[in-house]
C-alpha cells in the first residue's frame, strides 16, 4: 500500500535543489499536462482551417510541415505526451498499488524518462524526414 509524506510547502522554490524523483516527477507532469492543453488550442486553430475549405486545410499544413522548427516541435511534443502518458500509469500504479510501491518510485520515474527518451529518439527520423 502507498504512504503518504511530507512534501513540504510547494511554494518554497527555493528547495528545488531538495527535490526527490517523486517531486520531480510531479513538476514534470504538471509542465506537460499544461503544454497538452496549449498544444490542443494550437490543434483546434489548425483544424479550424478545414472550415474554409480542403484547399486552404491541406495548404495550412503543408505550410507548417515546410518549417523546420515546427517539426523540431512536433518532435519534443511526441516528447511530452509519451512522458505525461507513461508518468500517469505510474502513477495509477502507485495509487492502486500494482507493482509500483511508493519506495520504488524513483526507479519507475527514471524508467518512464528513459523510455520516453528511447522513444523520442527512435521517431526523429519519421518527424525529420525530408526537411534537410
Known sequence: MSQSYDRGL???YGRWTEFSAGMWAWVFHKFTGWVLIGYMFA????????IAGPEVY????GGLESILLVRMLEVGLLAVAVFHTLNGIR????DLGIGVELET???SFYASLVVT????????PNFMGGAF
Open 10 to 12: 510547494v511554494e518554497d
Open 43 to 50: 490543434h483546434i486553430a489548425v483544424l479550424s482551417s478545414a
Open 58 to 61: 491541406t495548404q495550412t499544413l
Open 91 to 94: 502513477l495509477l500504479m502507485i
Open 105 to 107: 518510485q524513483a526507479k
Open 117 to 124: 527518451a528511447i522513444i523520442t529518439i527512435a521517431s526523429v
